[in-house]
């Protein structure tokens, strides 16, 4: 079984107190330390032991208060 690095693009917002990813594949997630540590633990959510990494989009920041990611994780094909 061949396995394929596949990216996912989130956003993240601080929102009463704590940072919450957008849905994503009927999944969210929420973390009172940082946005990258949300975004972890949707990769986490989403690809279980294919996690991979996460990376901040620069180009992404919009709005205040919220930050875009992207989310590298391995999928079986």
């Known amino acids: ?27 969210r997630c929420s973390c009172t330390h940082s946005a ?8 986490k959510k989403i690809f279980a032991t294919g996690f991979v990494r996460v990376e901040e989009l620069e180009a992404a920041r919009a709005e205040a208060g ?8 391995k999928e079986a094909a």
């Not at 394929?4 to 990813?21: E, P, Q, W």
């Open 1 to 27: 079984m061949a396995t394929t690095i596949t990216a996912i693009d989130t956003k993240v917002r601080y929102l009463s107190g704590a940072y919450v990813t957008n849905t994503v594949r009927g999944r």
């Open 36 to 43: 990258e540590e949300a975004a972890k633990r949707l990769g």
């Open 66 to 73: 919220t930050s875009a990611w992207r989310i590298h994780g």
